[in-house]
């Protein structure tokens, strides 16, 4: 290669510098003034071999492939505890269920019904049951919709409920509540449900209904808005199976 000017640069192999040690000697020399010998001490410069940066490349894929397996066996340990997680709540989502039925039938063996009463008040004994009556409707109404249910529900935990004649609606429509008050009337003879403040009673969403229709047929008579939708059809039908307008409780 010709640089400008016309001087010929020559090509200098690129060569690994040594690296040098400095290593002593001792020789022994006689001193011109003194009898005595003088030690004197020589210092030579020995070349060591180059690095071998093999050998490290060598650790750093042993440290790699390490840390690798690490990462991999933590990851197979937080997957095994998630999937363990996952198990223990499906159980005791379960157990919690199984454990609300129980208290469902030891209720309704004590007042006759699944009509657990759901109240604002925590003093209430069943304020819990009755809690989770509510979700389990709510849950039924999300499930009918195509919705995501508020609590889960499975189709055997439906099937449990309905068997132990648990009402998934206890609002019901004008036509089904009169059905009830059809069911009352061919049980005790008349239409005069109680209207109680307890909520345990067996009855009491029907004497609420029934107290309802009574305040809204005096709404109306009175020209003003009712309490609850009431036609003239249903006014006709609640007298003609006897229900009284009037009733002192």
């Known amino acids: 290669m010709v640089a400008a000017g016309g001087t010929r640069r020559s090509k200098r192999a690129k060569v690994a510098l040594a690296r040098y ?10 001193s011109p003034h003194d009898s005595s010998g003088v030690v004197v001490r020589n210092t030579t410069l020995t070349a060591c071999p ?85 979700n ?41 509540r009169f059905k009830d008050l059809m069911a009352f009337k061919a049980e005790f003879g008349h239409c005069n449900v109680p209207k109680t403040q307890s909520r345990n009673y067996k009855h009491y969403s029907l004497g609420s209904w029934c107290n309802e229709m009574r305040q809204s047929y005096k709404d109306i008579k009175k020209g003003g808005m009712p309490r609850c939708k009431l036609s003239k059809p249903d006014i006709k039908r609640l007298e003609k199976a006897g229900f009284k307008w009037h009733f002192k409780r």
């Open 136 to 176: 389990m409707r709510q849950s039924y109404k999300d499930i009918k919709g195509g919705r995501i249910p508020r609590s889960k529900l499975s189709e055997p935990d439906i099937k449990l409920l309905e068997n132990a004649s648990f009402e998934w609606n206890i609002y019901k429509k004008f036509d089904e």
């Open 21 to 30: 040690v400095p290593a002593e000697e001792e020789s022994w020399t006689a």
């Open 50 to 134: 180059p690095l071998d940066h093999s050998s490290a490349t060598d650790e750093t894929m042993v440290m790699d492939s390490t840390n690798e397996d690490v990462n991999i066996s933590s990851s197979r340990r937080v997957s095994d505890v998630a999937a363990a997680t996952r198990v223990n709540k499906a159980r005791k989502g379960k157990t919690k269920f199984d454990d609300r039925l129980k208290d469902l039938m030891a209720f309704k063996e004590e007042f006759g019904h699944c009509n657990v009463p759901q109240t604002r008040s925590r003093n209430n004994k069943h304020y819990s049951l009755g809690f989770w009556c509510r």
